[in-house]
């Protein structure tokens, strides 16, 4: 049986999807920007502009994923862990940015005559959708694998560039169909983008703040941690459990309550052994607490 991978190797994957994400969104930004500047598309240069932040959150995923990564020093006994999902937080923030930034740009231009767009960049959005989809496919696969919140918010950002591209591609296509008088429908599709991006930025802020303020993680973590602790022979039973998240690893505090007859001796024996049952049942549990309780 293939023993779960480390703390280290799921780091290692996840900073490997994130520079696969950095590495498509250089040539995605050039090809839509000149794309968008020679076809007379501000959607597409808009486009352009989120997947600029992409590049900038892929970074700030990788070096989030590398930092959670390291051990536990004296001023971090606890390990590095938040630094992910405090990414992941910074890619919320640079996807309201980009989508305040191109809110107001498309104001702008919808109140400022301009010629149609080209119909070429209809060609270059339906690529850019296709690759942007499945990047996000592939890196929310990865990110699910290492259960990691940066990694999942890097690909709602590839998921955000997709609609994006998306409404600038019926934005293009409207303006096409109609001719003179709505030049401004592919400058009202990337206002529509920024709703879309906002939501996005909300669904990637909303488990990683969770995460930074020590919220129950979803699941039944803290059944089967109450389980496997009462499985230990001398638990009568527990009381107080608590389990928190902290990076790629998970922290439990744990009351079990044994016979109050017994020796301090034997009541320690009885904690360790119900820390070694739970944690090599859940590998992903980097320490457990337990506390002694004796009954009443």
């Not at 920024?194 to 930074?212: D, K, L, S, T």
């Amino acid at each position: 049986m293939e023993s779960p991978p480390t703390t280290r190797q799921r780091a290692e994957r996840g900073q490997e999807s994130a520079m696969m994400g950095i590495i498509a969104n250089v040539a995605l930004v050039l090809g839509k920007g000149t794309a968008g500047i020679l076809g007379h598309s501000y959607a597409l240069v808009a486009d352009a502009i989120e997947s600029g932040t992409d590049i900038i959150s892929s970074f700030i995923v990788w070096l989030g994923l590398r930092t959670a990564a390291r051990e536990p020093d004296e001023n971090h006994p606890y390990g590095h862990g938040k630094a992910e999902p405090l990414a992941a937080l910074v890619v919320a923030g640079a996807l309201l940015a980009a989508a305040g930034y191109i809110a107001h740009e498309s104001i702008l231009r919808i109140q400022t005559p301009h010629q149609l767009p080209a119909s070429f960049t209809l060609g270059v959005l339906a690529v850019i959708i296709f690759l942007k989809e499945y990047l996000y496919r592939r890196v929310l696969r990865v990110g699910q694998e290492v259960d990691s919140a940066a990694v999942r918010a890097d690909a709602w950002h590839h998921r955000a560039d997709a609609i994006t591209s998306c409404t600038a591609f019926v934005g293009i296509s409207i303006a096409l169909l109609g001719g003179p008088g709505y030049e401004s429908a592919d400058d009202w599709a990337a206002l529509v983008a920024c709703g879309f991006i906002v939501y996005n930025a909300y669904h990637i802020f909303r488990p990683a703040f969770g995460e930074i303020m020590d919220e129950a993680p979803e699941g039944t973590w803290t059944q089967d941690v109450r389980a496997l602790a009462e499985s230990v022979p001398g638990v009568l039973a527990t009381e107080k459990c608590f389990v928190r998240k902290m990076g790629f690893e998970y922290f439990a505090d744990l009351h079990v309550i044994v016979d109050g007859n017994i020796s301090v001796r034997a009541g320690h024996d009885i904690a360790h052994q119900v820390k070694a049952t739970i944690i090599q049942a859940m590998p992903s549990v980097y320490d457990v607490l337990v506390h002694i309780e004796p009954a009443a």
